[in-house]
């Protein structure tokens, strides 16, 4: 045991605490050694900045007069799930308006959607409200078409069930035609390879053993301050092991975070499309990770070259929910531009922002160097790969 | 008679034909390459002055051998305040006109390269990529 939460926190709010973005604790463990680098430093910060989908907001509009109990309701056309109560509703990120030509047009286009609507609300622009209800003898309307803002609304809870995937897949295409997936334009015959992670800046990446995130963990979310709620959903961390027994780093963890999107930022909350695909929501999460023990600190030491994605096929072996992939490659190799796969050398691209991801490690560091922002000791941790958590197979 | 400005794209098996060529001896068209580029899938991309009284018989001809033909009128302009630096847009780009700063990995946008062929359009998940008529 190096320091305490308590210890921390004391140091922070008397200015003294050291912090460090992963991307510097790597380079500091790498000139004085794990041990002289554990004990200088307090505290390291993460960053992640990309779709998130299992994103979304729940919503209060206040009532109106005569009230309504809302049965459908709309945000700029994109149906808000209303059977919550009367007026509360949850935009989900991956919604998309009714008369929106999908993939009719293939491959569709996706333009705006329920990440958008969140963005349109995080950015205070007018959004329009409709609402369809059948009326009862305390909620006498049957409708309302309306206009409202971020500030006009009770409350904007973001509440997002998944996110701030722990590693995800290199995905790329053997088919011989080009197919458009959540992982982008994917180019027939391993024409390109497109990953996922900020790899060394991630944070699950960071705490592979869920040894200090856990419910209640204060986080930057969205430009604004946020918390661990849950385990994300499909959390099922583990540690990736090549065929001789050599670790490539975790693996299938995922975080479920809440947050007030009033005081979040257009900036670090995003709306997307995937062209043939549909939409979603990019979601900036950083989290701190404090130095409790030397084994910790060793863990958030983990550089590109220790950190591997598995190759995966998205014309046949994903869809087709088969088992196996085209084996593992480093994030080193990953961000070097261009990997080799089933011996062919193929170009790769990143679908989440390093640029990005770099600068929320560097304000949460900021933000915990000033003072501003404590950290909180988890009410306890998340399940970690000694749980054997698994995935389950929906028949049908 | 001023030039026609056009974007041609093909596929591996036309970069290796001279249709440049063809299009000079069998069309008579006065040819300027502005731009020209092969991506290592020997994808190719090129953007052409053209000249001559048989323009629209030299594009059937490309047309018919599987390259595509667009009339350039446009310019491709980057949003730098929506663009995220995601990087998804890298490795489709055909000519590198949309790369990757190593080691810093911020996405940089160079004009001089692009050949107005549209895919980042489609691609860029914040729609950042805008044409200019
Ligand atoms: S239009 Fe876009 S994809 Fe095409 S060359 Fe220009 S920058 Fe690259
Ligand atoms: S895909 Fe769009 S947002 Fe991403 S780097 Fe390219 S232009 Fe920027």
């Given at each position: 045991m190096l320091r305490s939460y308590s210890e921390i926190n004391a140091k922070i709010k008397s200015g003294k605490a050291v912090v460090m973005s992963a991307d510097e604790f790597i380079s500091l463990v790498e000139e004085k050694g794990?041990?002289?680098?554990?004990?200088?430093?307090?505290?390291?910060?993460?960053?992640?900045?990309?779709?998130?989908?299992?994103?979304?907001?729940?919503?209060?509009?206040?009532?109106?007069?005569?009230?309504?109990?809302?049965?459908?309701?709309?945000?700029?056309?994109?149906?808000?799930?209303?059977?919550?109560a009367a007026v509360d509703a949850y935009i989900g990120a991956t919604e998309l308006p009714e008369d929106d030509p999908l993939n009719s047009n293939y491959p569709g286009e996706f333009r705006y959607g329920g990440g958008h609507v969140i963005e349109d609300l995080v950015s205070h622009r007018p959004l329009s409200l409709k609402a369809i209800s059948y009326g009862t003898d305390c909620y006498p309307r049957k409708s309302i078409d309306t206009t409202i803002t971020i500030d006009d609304i009770n409350e904007a809870t973001l509440f997002n069930p998944r996110n701030a995937y722990q590693n995800y897949n290199c995905a790329v295409n053997l088919s011989g035609r080009t197919i458009y997936t959540y992982m982008g334009m994917l180019k027939p015959n391993l024409g390109n390879a497109h990953y996922s992670s900020s790899g060394q800046l991630s944070p699950l990446l960071k705490d592979p053993h869920f040894k200090t995130i856990g419910i209640g963990t204060r986080i930057f979310l969205g430009g604004g301050t946020g918390y661990v709620a849950w385990h994300g959903t499909q959390h099922f961390p583990s540690i990736q092991e090549s065929p001789d027994g050599k670790s490539l780093g975790p693996a299938g963890g995922t975080l479920a975070v809440i947050g007030d999107l009033k005081q979040m930022s257009p900036r670090w909350l995003k709306g997307v499309s995937f062209t043939g695909y549909g939409s979603s929501l990019a979601v900036g999460i950083g989290v701190p990770i404090p130095l409790l023990s030397e084994e910790i600190a060793l863990y958030a030491a983990a550089a590109d070259r220790d950190l591997y994605a598995p190759v995966v096929d998205y014309s046949d072996a994903y869809p087709g929910r088969k088992p196996g992939n085209l084996g593992q490659v480093s994030y080193a190799d990953l961000k070097s531009g261009k990997i080799t796969v089933q011996g062919k050398e193929i170009p790769t691209a990143p679908l989440s922002s390093y640029p990005m991801a770099r600068e929320i490690a560097g304000i949460l560091k900021e933000r915990i160097s000033s003072g501003s922002f404590l950290l909180a000791e988890p009410v306890q941790l998340l399940p970690s790969p000694a749980d054997g958590r698994s995935g389950k197979v929906l028949n049908g | 008679m001023s030039p026609k400005k056009i974007v041609l794209r093909f596929g591996p098996d036309i970069t290796e034909k001279p249709i440049i060529y063809r299009l000079v001896k069998d069309y008579d068209l006065l040819i300027n390459i502005v731009k020209a580029n092969v991506n290592p899938q020997k994808e190719g991309t090129m953007v052409l002055e053209i000249t001559g009284d048989h323009i629209e018989g030299g594009m059937n001809y490309l047309r018919g051998i599987g390259v595509q033909v667009q009339a350039l009128s446009q310019e491709i302009v980057r949003d730098e305040d929506r663009c995220t630096m995601c990087g998804a847009c890298t490795a489709i780009c055909p000519t590198g006109a949309l790369f990757i700063e190593r080691p810093a990995m911020e996405v940089n946008f160079d004009g001089d390269k692009c050949v107005v062929c549209q895919l980042c359009l489609k691609i860029c998940p914040v729609r950042a990529m805008e044409v200019r008529l």
């Open positions: 794990l041990s002289a680098a554990a004990r200088t430093v307090d505290v390291v910060t993460t960053g992640t900045f990309g779709t998130m989908c299992s994103s979304g907001a729940f919503l209060n509009f206040g009532h109106s007069s005569p009230r309504i109990r809302m049965q459908k309701a709309w945000l700029n056309g994109v149906p808000a799930y209303a059977g919550i | -």
